[in-house]
């Protein structure tokens, strides 16, 4: 890596990892952790890890989005969609064991991968690396969380609203399917498809093959609501 894309590097892990606010990161502490780590690639159904291997390293994604899945065939559950800033597999890194899902590109993915070898010893070294680092984790699992939480107190539409404003992309697209939005929700397919028939009716979606268009942010945050 150059200088300049180095440099270009380090700007960007300051600003997008963890709260940039909360630990600011030096210099010594952004070349640490930008030499802890290395810039890998992945195209469209290609795999950052897959569950049940060893635990060997964490993926920072860098830009594009990544699907999380459990089991295989027909026993295969979709249980997450990440994106830019997300931090994978260091729960079981940091526990020295085997990835509990699969990470799985759609379309294509740059992520920064640390290796454990490499990446505990600067921890130890930099207190505001680890402490970001424990701010990215506590930000995924808030979501968690509040995902669980509206499971259990918003009606499948108020859900399926919920869902379709976190997923949406700048061109106003969520590219999820009806099976993968019902596993994310716990919920049936059909349950998926009628509430998207109500969303569409009162004019806050649009439906197309494996995508959902959000043509009123405002009436589709109404029903996140309820």
């Known amino acids: 890596m150059d200088a300049a894309a180095s440099q270009q590097h380090m700007a960007w892990l300051a600003r ?7 630990a600011p990161l ?10 802890a780590g290395e810039l890998v690639s992945a195209e469209n159904d290609a795999h950052l890890f897959r569950e049940g291997g060893e635990a060997v390293a964490a993926y920072l994604i860098q ?19 990440v994106g830019t ?28 991968r640390f290796d454990r070898d490499r990446l ?3 921890l130890g070294r930099h207190p505001a690396i680890c402490m970001r680092w424990l701010v990215a984790g506590l930000n995924q699992l808030e979501d968690t969380q ?38 994310l929700l716990g919920i049936t397919r059909q349950t998926v498809n009628e509430a998207l028939g ?22 589709l945050a109404a029903a996140a609501d309820q």
């Not at 997008?16 to 909360?22: K, T, V």
């Not at 830009?63 to 026993?75: A, I, K, M, T």
């Open 63 to 81: 830009n594009g989005s990544v699907r999380l899945y459990r089991g295989s065939g027909r026993e295969r559950r979709v249980i997450a969609r």
């Open 85 to 112: 800033g997300a931090v994978l597999g260091d729960i079981a890194m940091f526990a020295d064991s085997r990835y509990h899902s699969s990470a799985q590109a759609i379309g294509d993915v740059t992520a920064i």
């Open 146 to 183: 509040r995902r669980v939480i509206g499971l259990l107190r918003k009606t499948a539409r108020g859900r399926l609203a919920e869902l379709l404003l976190d997923e949406v992309d700048r061109t106003g697209t969520v590219t999820l399917s009806q099976s993968s939005m019902a596993t």
């Open 120 to 122: 505990l010893p600067e």
């Open 16 to 22: 997008s990892f963890g709260r940039p606010d909360y």
């Open 198 to 219: 109500d969303l569409a009716a009162e004019g806050a979606v649009e439906t197309g093959y494996r995508e959902v268009r959000v043509v009123d942010a405002q009436k």
């Open 26 to 35: 030096n210099v010594d502490d952004l070349r640490a952790i930008s030499g």
